[in-house]
T-cell receptor
Framework: GAVVSQHPSRVICKSGTSVKIECRSL??????MFWYRQFPKQSLMLMAT?????????EQGVEKDKFLINHASLTLSTLTVTSAHPEDSSFYIC??????????FGPGTRLTVL | GENVEQHPSTLSVQEGDSAVIKCTYS??????FPWYKQELGKGPQLIID?????GEKKDQRIAVTLNKTAKHFSLHITETQPEDSAVYFC???????????FGGGTRLMVKP
């Protein structure tokens, strides 16, 4: 149990376009979902925390207007990178919280902005 | 806030040997300590976790120990195999917000 999926697994886009990444908890209800960003050979950096039906809480330094997060249901959260630029290229990973602090991660989305 | 330090950053062992990765945390309120394994190009996978009411937990070749007084916890992998090669992350959390604070990661290489 505790499976999280992400779609797409990789995406290449042109500078200035927007990209949407979906995160789904397949076999549990995720009351909280987290979005992370990971650069090569580095640890995970928390971008934002979202609870179903409410606005996301962004970490310091993360632009909320650039990284739009929607958590419409207990099994789906989306991250939209708006007006993407090459510096937004990274590995984006979501996780679903199942309660008692447990987090289960998706397989990640590799974003490349040309 | 919480700060988690992880050592070593890289670890190379011979197949069959044991591997130990250590983490320290700063917030005495932390009560949940998971370990994740991340293979190249994939998301982190939970391999074992421990809560503050327990000192040790074991699952086949993997064990985790926790010393609340010293605020450190360790991952022990015995009889290592090449497929154990990956990056391992420790993390710490307390009940407020369910957020995890991650260590910097350890790249484990198991040589056949």
């Amino acid at each position: 149990g505790a499976v999280v999926s992400q779609h797409p697994s990789r995406v290449i886009c042109k500078s200035g376009t927007s990209v949407k990444i979906e995160c789904r908890s397949l076999d549990f209800q995720a009351t909280t979902m987290f979005w992370y960003r990971q650069f090569p050979k580095q640890s995970l950096m928390l971008m934002a925390t979202s609870n179903e039906g409410s606005k996301a809480t962004y970490e310091q330094g993360v632009e909320k207007d650039k990284f739009l997060i929607n958590h419409a249901s207990l099994t789906l959260s989306t991250l939209t990178v708006t007006s993407a630029h090459p510096e937004d290229s990274s590995f984006y990973i979501c996780s679903g919280g199942r309660g008692r602090n447990e987090q289960f991660f998706g397989p990640g989305t590799r974003l490349t902005v040309l | 806030g919480e700060n988690v330090e992880q050592h070593p950053s890289t670890l190379s062992v011979q197949e069959g040997d044991s591997a130990v990765i250590k983490c320290t945390y700063s917030d005495s309120a932390s009560n949940y300590f998971p370990w994740y394994k991340q293979e190249l190009g994939k998301g982190p996978q939970l391999i074992i976790d421990i809560r503050s009411n327990v000192g040790e937990k074991k699952d086949q070749r993997i064990a985790v120990t926790l010393n609340k007084t010293a605020k450190h916890f360790s991952l022990h992998i015995t009889e290592t195999q090449p497929e154990d090669s990956a990056v391992y992350f420790c993390a710490a959390s307390h009940n407020a917000g369910n957020m995890l604070t991650f260590g910097g990661g350890t790249r484990l290489m198991v040589k056949p």
